[in-house]
């Protein structure tokens, strides 16, 4: 998940396509942006802070997989 200011940053800044970067697609966007989060989390997801460096959010996510696994276990 990313805070509404990276969100913001992305889309703006996005050469792939352009949603997001008119006015009523970005409140959609920056809208259903917590709504998510609430929606991952409650059905139990590991949320991870995609707005950090890329090497912290692949450390995170690998962090996360090894813990399901040591669960398992």
């Known amino acids: 998940m ?3 200011d990276t969100l ?4 703006a800044t ?4 352009t949603f997001g970067q008119h006015p009523e697609e970005l409140a959609a966007a ?3 942006n917590p709504r998510m ?3 991952y989390e409650g059905h ?3 949320i991870i802070d995609a707005s950090k460096p ?7 996510v690998i962090d ?5 696994r040591g669960s398992t276990q």
Request: glycine share 6%; no cysteine; aromatic share 4%.
């Open 64 to 68: 996360a997989v090894q813990g399901l």
């Open 37 to 39: 989060r609430a929606i």
């Open 14 to 17: 996005r050469t792939t396509n």
């Open 54 to 60: 890329l090497t912290e959010v692949v450390d995170s």
């Open 2 to 4: 990313i805070d509404e």
């Open 8 to 11: 913001r940053h992305r889309l």
């Open 44 to 46: 139990g997801a590991t």
């Open 30 to 32: 920056l809208k259903w």
